[in-house]
């Protein structure tokens, strides 16, 4: 029960006191005014006793609702530091909420960073592979180049090698050959040898086909189964000549003059006939008979 109860319930118990007081008095007056007088003095002095009692527990209530008032004070002054405590306490929590975001936000940012980093070095970490077996690639095609060069080298020393002896052996030849013309009294100058074209290289071949004049006048064209591979050059006089029964002599057919030479044929006019033979396929070619 709190002060103001209290209060209202010694209030409440003068103000029964003093109906019964007045009751009393009313009733004394028609019966026993004297008596009534002791008695109501007695009760007078009963009262005020009480009354003090009554004094001194209202003194009692008010020091208790006092202290109780003071309590309250106290403790709603701690409940407003406690208040003010969380407050601070929830605005620090508030606060570092903030900065947590923050941070969350800059890792946030830091990962995305670090994601395109690791993009670029993956990208990047590809290129190089490529680039790698490019190298790898070049450098595969370089010895592999090497080694033809290699090859080719050893085959050119060979081929040096077989090329310094038949140099050599046509060194030696020459000589031989420079001897044999000196001796048949036969100019080695070459300037003469060159200017003398109508002398043509030591061959055998055959007429492979013959092509009449196109016009009265015209040259027999012959295809003879010798060109330019076999020292042929135009302007050199072969002779025609055919093969004779078992036992008999070849048969002189005539000559002819080379006009034009491939490697391996070339092509003839006919330049003296013997008679009137004809020239055929098969007919035999010489340069000397």
């Known amino acids: ?20 007081t007045l009751a009393g008095a009313v009733y004394s007056t028609h019966t026993n005014w004297r008596a009534t007088a002791e008695k109501l003095k007695k009760d007078l002095a009963t009262e005020k006793t009480n009354s003090g009692q009554l004094t001194g527990q209202m003194e009692q209530a008010k020091r208790e609702a006092a202290e109780a008032l003071d309590k309250e004070k106290k403790a ?11 407050q601070q ?37 590809l290129q190089q ?8 690639d070049s450098r595969n095609a370089v010895v592999k180049e090497k080694l033809a060069t290699e090859d080719a080298l050893k ?7 077989n090329a310094e002896l038949k140099n050599q052996q046509l060194i ?51 295809i ?6 076999d020292q042929l050059r135009k302007g050199h006089e072969l002779v025609v000549y055919r093969s004779a029964a078992a036992g008999g002599s070849p048969k002189y057919l005539g000559k002819i003059t080379i006009i034009k030479t491939y490697p391996d044929k070339s092509v003839a006019v006919v330049t003296e006939r013997a008679g009137n033979g004809s020239f055929q396929k098969g007919d035999h070619v010489t340069s000397k008979l």
């Not at 002060?3 to 010694?10: E, H, L, R, W």
């Not at 994601?115 to 993956?122: G, L, S």
């Open 1 to 20: 029960m709190n002060f103001i109860g209290k209060i209202a319930v010694v209030l409440q118990l003068i103000a029964s006191i003093l109906f019964m």
């Open 224 to 229: 003879v189964s010798l060109g330019h591979d």
């Open 155 to 161: 085959e050119a020393q060979v081929e040096k090698r």
């Open 172 to 222: 030696k030849e020459v000589g031989a050959l420079h001897t044999v013309l000196l001796k048949n009294g036969i100019s080695t100058d070459t300037a003469d040898l060159a200017a003398d074209v109508k002398i043509p290289p030591r061959v055998e071949g055959e007429i492979e086909a013959s092509e009449p004049a196109k016009s009265p006048g015209g040259s027999e064209l012959l």
């Open 89 to 125: 306490e929830f605005e620090a929590t508030k606060q570092r909420v903030v900065i947590g975001e923050q941070q969350v936000a800059v890792m946030r940012q830091q990962q995305e960073i670090a994601t395109e980093e690791a993009e670029a070095r993956r990208q990047e970490t």
């Open 129 to 136: 592979r490529e680039i790698n077996k490019q190298l790898l």
């Open 76 to 86: 709603r002054e701690v409940a407003e530091f406690k208040m003010t405590g969380m």
